[in-house]
């Protein structure tokens, strides 16, 4: 079974920048890594989706200009670099994987990337002031 752990999370004024980790274990084949986010009162949502080593990547719009990912495959670790933060990235975030072939990822692109993947992390938290 997947296992995932974030990290990289904290508090920051806005216009500052965040680097989030999630670290995979037992991730073998083809999947999709996703980030996602929940504030409070709000439903969890998501910021990206990348594809087995991030052979391709999807932002949703609010994050395309400010947030990337990458992937350091040696330590099997998907980070989302966060730029020019605003108070309303307030959030828990969080990574989720599970298998998945191309097509099942340009599925999820296609529907939206809802937050149904098999395996979560336990979150980590981002508070941005203003």
């Known amino acids: 079974q997947v296992h995932l752990v974030e990290s990289g999370g904290g508090s920051v004024q806005a216009g500052g920048s965040l680097r989030l980790s999630c670290t995979a274990s037992?991730?073998?084949?083809?999947?999709?890594m996703g980030w996602f986010r929940q504030a409070p009162g709000k439903e969890r949502e998501a910021v990206a989706i990348a594809y087995t080593g991030i052979r391709d990547i999807y932002y949703i719009n609010s994050a395309e200009a400010r947030f990337t990912i990458s992937q350091d495959n040696v330590k099997n670790t998907l980070y989302l670099q966060m730029n020019s933060l605003k108070p309303e990235d307030t959030a828990m975030y969080y990574c989720a994987a599970d298998p998945c072939y191309y097509s099942d990822y340009l599925k999820r692109v296609a529907g939206g990337v809802r937050p149904d993947f098999g395996a979560w992390g336990q979150g980590t938290q981002v508070t941005v002031s203003s």
């Open positions: 037992d991730i073998y084949g083809d999947y999709c």
